[in-house]
């Protein structure tokens, strides 16, 4: 039988963990699994990782590749002991392990005991976010449990435009969006520059007629403080869960290469030390 913790203190969707009784009355804390992928080097570009996707998000964004993962199940709950076994018995073939999901700041208690297993073990530990969740994405960096962040910018800081893509759930406050994003944004820019997070990662799924405008990649940017890389991801339309999304969506490489200037024009080194292009024809491409 399992129990679903709520975080009183929360105003947002606030399931934190789930627990179970064994027999001899140990409380065990499970995570809502998705699966494991080893080893994976595009996760976390340069090292070779494990990647555990978890289950459920607040969001339900029209070009969501991982639709699978994002309704909650009981029938996937695995206790955390589960994936610390698997994590441990690869540790020697990893620099890393990922947490993606669905979003992973969902079941941020069942994550920060794994993170903190997977310290022990003198492995690194990347999240990939979409920025619902700020207070815990504060929470975990300053717990020391995370060293890199691949954070989500999805639309303009316009509330009615980032609701469209990301259309979060009836429980997630619309009209608080922009703001927990925000927030997120500036969270993990001034633990990059204090150095409590060892990389930043800030990117952006790019379609046509979504948010390929140049005005719009402004106001993107712009409120960047600091990240260790900016990524123009080309956006699939045919993994996506909106069928309305058809090919006339995708940017080209040469349109995405283009925009990716015009950010390394706009804004300094100081602010973005690296600006890329992901493509399914070439994966990254760093911009000069
Ligand atoms: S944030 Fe959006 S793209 Fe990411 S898992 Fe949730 S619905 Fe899918």
């Given at each position: 039988m399992y129990m679903l913790n709520y975080d009183e203190?929360?105003?947002i969707n606030n399931r934190i963990s789930y627990t179970q009784t064994s027999q001899s009355g140990k409380i065990l804390i499970n995570l809502d699994f998705?699966?494991?992928?080893?080893?994976?080097?595009i996760d976390w570009p340069g090292k070779v990782s494990l990647v555990v996707f978890t289950r459920g998000c607040p969001f339900n964004c029209i070009y969501c590749c991982n639709s699978k993962f994002l309704d909650k199940d009981e029938s996937n709950y695995k206790e955390i002991a589960y994936i610390e076994n698997i994590i441990s018995k690869n540790?020697?073939?990893?620099d890393a392990v990922v947490f993606s999901g669905g979003e992973p700041f969902e079941q941020h208690i069942a994550i920060c005991m794994i993170t903190q297993f997977v310290k022990k073990l003198k492995l690194q530990v990347g999240i990939h976010t979409n920025g619902a969740y700020p207070d815990r994405i504060r929470q975990m960096i300053e717990s020391g449990s995370v060293d890199a962040i691949f954070l989500d910018v999805k639309a303009p800081f316009i509330n009615e435009r980032y609701n469209n893509i990301a259309c979060p759930s009836q429980l997630y406050p619309k009209d608080k969006l922009i703001e927990n994003i925000r927030a997120s944004l500036d969270i993990c820019?001034?633990?990059r520059v204090e150095n409590k997070l060892k990389f930043l990662e800030v990117r952006s799924t790019i379609f046509?007629?979504?948010n390929s405008k140049l005005d719009d990649i402004k106001n993107m940017v712009e409120p960047i403080g600091y990240c260790d890389a900016y990524v123009l991801q080309q956006g699939r339309t045919e993994i996506a869960m909106d069928n309305k999304m058809d090919d006339e969506q995708i940017v080209t490489r040469n349109e995405l290469l283009e925009i990716a200037k015009f950010v390394r024009r706009l804004i300094p080194f100081e602010k973005i030390k690296v600006v890329k292009v992901r493509t399914r024809e070439l994966g990254d491409e760093i911009i000069p």
């Open positions: 203190n929360s105003s998705g699966e494991i992928i080893y080893p994976s080097t540790s020697v073939f990893l820019c001034k633990a046509r007629d979504i």
